[in-house]
């Protein structure tokens, strides 16, 4: 009967815990995540595009071209590494998170808004994979700006 | 209290720590279905592959000599 009590006492911590949980998540939170997640589905939309131009025989871009893309992915994609480790154990955004990760994102976006504007970019012979870049490059950037804009305290 | 009741307690709180676990990754809110941190893992590999992948592709490219 006692044992039933303290499991009874312990079940009701522990939906009491639950509720503290949920009640302290972050809408901003939520919403970064939700941009985090579209950044990394663009960023692999992007490297699928380059790497098939890459392949193809002849390829489609340069190999200077296709070093310096590869170069701005690589910075992007460790930059996501880094937003998705800082926000994978947090349930609410303090200052010392937001600061972090303005600090993460800031370089990148503006690595982002010089690629939009590359005129290697924009001068891509195959159309399609002119596109596909562009197209992710700016899908990309609206993620980014849309991650940094959670981090502005409500 | 008494060893058996602290056991016991143990014994449930490693049964139902994974189960608050479980909560807290896949927390849902009033402005939508969307998760908080459920994508998160799903995201580092596919982050992590895609560094991967990226690296050899410049290597494939890099000018050589």
């Known amino acids: 009967m006692r044992i039933r009590i303290a499991r009874t006492r312990l079940l009701a911590a522990a939906v009491i815990m639950m509720l503290v949980v949920v009640a302290c998540t972050d809408d901003q939170l939520v919403r970064l995540s939700n941009a985090l997640d579209d950044t990394t589905a663009a960023l692999t939309a992007l490297h699928t595009g380059v790497a098939a131009a890459a392949a193809a025989n002849p390829p489609l871009m340069s190999d200077a071209l296709i070093v310096k893309i590869g170069g701005l992915e690589l910075k992007m994609n460790k930059a996501l590494q880094d937003a998705l480790n800082a926000t994978e154990k947090v349930a609410k955004l303090s200052p010392a998170d937001r600061t972090n990760l303005s600090n993460i994102l800031t370089p990148v976006i503006s690595a982002v808004n010089d690629a939009v504007k590359d005129p290697d970019i924009a001068g891509i012979k195959n159309e399609k994979t002119r596109a596909t870049i562009q197209t992710s490059l700016v899908l990309i950037q609206t993620t980014l700006t849309t991650s940094q804009l959670m981090l502005v305290k409500k | ?65």
């Open chain 2, 1 to 65: 209290m008494d060893l058996e009741k602290i056991v016991e307690a143990v014994n449930l709180f490693n049964t139902t720590a994974p189960a608050i676990a479980q909560i807290f990754m896949s927390i849902k809110h009033a402005d939508g279905t969307e998760t908080v941190l459920t994508h998160v893992h799903s995201n580092q590999e596919q982050v992590a592959k895609n560094i991967a992948d990226i690296q050899a592709m410049i290597d494939a490219h890099q000018p050589k000599g």
